[in-house]
Nanobody, 125 residues
Framework: QLKLVESGGGLVQPGGSLRLSCVAS????????IGWFRQITEKEREGVSC????????PYADSVKGRFTISRDAAKRTVYLEMSNLRPEDTAIYYC??????????????????WGQGTQVTVSS
């Protein structure tokens, strides 16, 4: 059974950078797209970005375009979210999730079946 674990969150000043990691474990023959989402308490979970199984499709939310970069290392079974020029409004719990999908990806919460536990990102001076 596929399991996802996020890491890399923390406290950073505005304008700073962080790299989040999402490591997949557990045997599976299914091809997965991976998405990054974030949630502020009592608000809906927001799609940030996703990456297709082959890494060719990487859409971003408008709020993070030009600041965040998603990538995947198949050998390490890891997907990264590089975040730069962070703003206080980026503060949230960040989750990665997997969707069984051969081509493309979407940042709709309902598309994803397996979720990590989340990692807190706080942007504050």
């Amino acid at each position: 059974q596929l399991k996802l674990v996020e890491s890399g969150g923390g406290l950073v000043q505005p304008g700073g950078s962080l790299r989040l990691s999402c490591v997949a474990s557990g045997f599976t023959s299914t091809t997965y797209a991976i998405g990054w989402f974030r949630q502020i308490t009592e608000k809906e979970r927001e799609g940030v970005s996703c990456i297709s199984a082959q890494g060719r499709w990487t859409p971003y939310a408008d709020s993070v375009k030009g600041r965040f970069t998603i990538s995947r290392d198949a050998a390490k079974r890891t997907v990264y979210l590089e975040m730069s020029n962070l703003r206080p409004e980026d503060t949230a719990i960040y989750y990665c999730a997997a969707a069984a999908r051969v081509v493309g990806c979407m940042t709709d919460v309902g598309e994803y079946d397996v979720w990590g536990q989340g990692t807190q990102v706080t942007v504050s001076s």
